[in-house]
């Protein structure tokens, strides 16, 4: 199982890309059938900013981001012009290759499981905020809520733990 950190309101966590855990919960593969992948999603770019900067551990990753961004967005505005042609299955593999193609360079060894969860997370038609709340209850944790006293600006209630982990140790790429 691998980590990536995951700020999630402005609280870092860890987050763990275990293969196939909203696999049941987003359908992928109604996503394509129902051309949904036609729709262009609004979070799309600040998803791919967080976790670009996660898996990369680097601040300044918008030139990774808008290239990826732009592979997704001729995906989709040469889809459009051609709807008809091609299976759901096929307009799947060839989104998969294009972004991974994209991605690999900068991703490397976890370019496959970064196309894998930006597919989730376009299926899902959440905003970021709800696909991580989805996201950690599947996981079993309870997202963290922290209230404001009136007029006196602490914070109270509880505070979750947040373990200190290595998110990546040298052999987690599988790269030698």
């Not at 909203?22 to 992928?28: A, E, G, P, Q, S």
């Not at 600040?46 to 601040?59: D, F, K």
């Not at 990826?68 to 001729?74: A, E, F, P």
Request: hydrophobic share 40%.
């Amino acid at each position: 199982m691998d980590m990536m950190e995951l700020i999630f309101n402005g609280i870092t966590l860890v987050k763990f890309l275990e293969i196939g855990i909203l696999n049941d919960v987003f359908n992928v593969s109604r996503y394509w059938k129902s051309r949904k992948y036609l729709q262009s999603n609004q979070w799309l770019q600040s998803w791919l900013r967080r976790e670009i900067q996660a898996v990369m551990q680097e601040e300044d990753v918008e030139i990774v981001v808008h290239h990826i961004l732009g592979v997704v967005d001729s995906f989709l505005k040469r889809n459009k012009q051609r709807c008809q042609m091609g299976t759901p299955e096929t307009k799947e593999e060839d989104f998969k290759a294009l972004v991974s193609d994209a991605a690999r360079p900068f991703l490397m060894a976890r370019t496959d499981r970064f196309v894998n969860e930006m597919q989730l997370f376009l299926a899902s038609a959440l905003n970021i905020e709800a696909y991580d709340a989805v996201y950690m209850q599947r996981l079993g944790w309870n997202t963290p809520r922290v209230t404001m006293e009136s007029g006196e600006g602490e914070t109270s209630g509880q505070t979750p733990v947040i373990p200190y982990l290595h998110i990546f140790d040298e052999d987690s790429d599988g790269t030698d």
